[in-house]
């Protein structure tokens, strides 16, 4: 048996807590918002396992594709472009360069929409998710109703090539058009329209997160000079796509809680326009009901 004197090695343990110690201080210090979730997370995701099991992993494991990745991490790269996985509800989605990654803040938006339609009395309800992106608000509406039939509209190529590829054996039909034109053959059929569309106003640029600026896709982000042109968009799309009694749900910066409601006034066919908080208390979405005949 092998003996040691003096001080006992550093355990595979200690080593791990050292490193991810030493990681999360970098990313703190790049500004990265969450730098311990950040710095587990890529150690998990470098070594092929669950942040749960970073104990099992070997301390000769600790190497240079740790530091690589928390290099790019630190460059303010976003966690989910470098593990390559996004993480939405109940499902995990393929991420990458081309496809706005899905926050936390739009499941509560999904939330509200599922409970919606599940109190509609529709057997199989018929949804359009404009500006999908990676497809998230889609593939979540598709396996949390299980009846509905879904289609999930994007304009970009680029993008679209995350929504099919994660749309792969799902319900959801995914198809290619401007979301301000999109689907004319299913007009005064569908029972919800949601979307998580462009919203941040050009003024506000130099405000927004390197994550988000430097990497997330321009038109998914920046929609005129208050941010609200896609919606105003949007509006019309929904109001042709819904049938009578149907509901819309788009979301939109916590400062534009007090104008997106008006965009679907009482004038332009709509009722019980409302705005909604998010899991922290902001404003976050607005919704509608198509005003009956």
């Known amino acids: 048996m092998?003996?040691?004197?003096?001080?006992?090695?550093?355990?595979?343990?200690?080593?791990?807590?050292?490193?991810?110690a030493q990681a999360t201080q970098r990313l703190a210090d790049a500004g990265v918002p969450s730098p311990r979730n950040d710095a587990e997370e890529l150690a998990a995701f470098v070594h092929s396992v669950k942040r749960g099991e970073l104990h099992r992993v070997p301390d000769a494991d600790f190497d240079a594709r740790y530091w690589e990745a928390v290099a790019r991490r630190e460059a303010r790269e976003p966690l989910q472009h470098i593990?390559?996985?996004?993480?939405?509800?109940?499902?995990?989605?393929?991420?990458?360069?081309?496809?706005?990654?899905?926050?936390?803040?739009?499941?509560?938006?999904?939330g509200w929409a599922i409970d919606a339609v599940r109190a509609m009395d529709v057997v199989e309800p018929l949804i359009v998710d404009?500006?999908?992106?990676?497809?998230?608000?889609?593939?979540?509406m598709a396996q949390e109703v299980p009846r509905s039939r879904v289609h999930a509209v994007e304009l970009s190529e680029e993008a679209l090539v995350w929504t099919r590829r994660n749309a792969e054996g799902s319900r959801v039909s995914v198809h290619k058009g401007d979301a301000l034109s999109a689907l004319p053959e299913l007009g005064g059929q569908v029972?919800?329209?949601?979307?998580?569309?462009?919203?941040?106003?050009?003024?506000?640029?130099?405000?927004?997160?390197?994550?988000?600026?430097?990497?997330?896709?321009?038109?998914?982000l920046f929609s005129g000079e208050d941010g609200l042109d896609t919606i105003r968009g949007?509006?019309?799309?929904?109001?042709?796509?819904?049938?009578?009694?149907?509901?819309?749900?788009?979301?939109?910066?916590?400062?534009?809680?007090g104008q997106v409601p008006w965009i679907f006034n009482e004038e332009c066919g709509w009722a019980d326009a409302a705005d909604h908080p998010d899991l922290n208390n902001r404003p976050r979405f607005a919704t509608a009901r198509k005003a009956l005949p």
């Open 83 to 110: 593990t390559g996985l996004a993480y939405f509800r109940y499902l995990e989605l393929q991420v990458g360069p081309g496809v706005f990654v899905p926050r936390p803040e739009t499941e509560s938006v999904v």
């Open 234 to 257: 949007i509006e019309r799309t929904a109001h042709r796509l819904l049938r009578p009694g149907g509901v819309v749900v788009v979301e939109h910066a916590d400062t534009q809680g």
């Open 130 to 140: 404009l500006c999908t992106g990676s497809g998230a608000i889609a593939l979540a």
């Open 191 to 220: 029972d919800l329209v949601i979307s998580n569309p462009p919203y941040i106003p050009l003024t506000e640029w130099e405000y927004v997160a390197p994550e988000a600026r430097d990497h997330d896709p321009q038109l998914a």
């Open 2 to 20: 092998q003996q040691y004197f003096g001080e006992r090695p550093p355990s595979p343990r200690s080593v791990l807590l050292a490193e991810v």
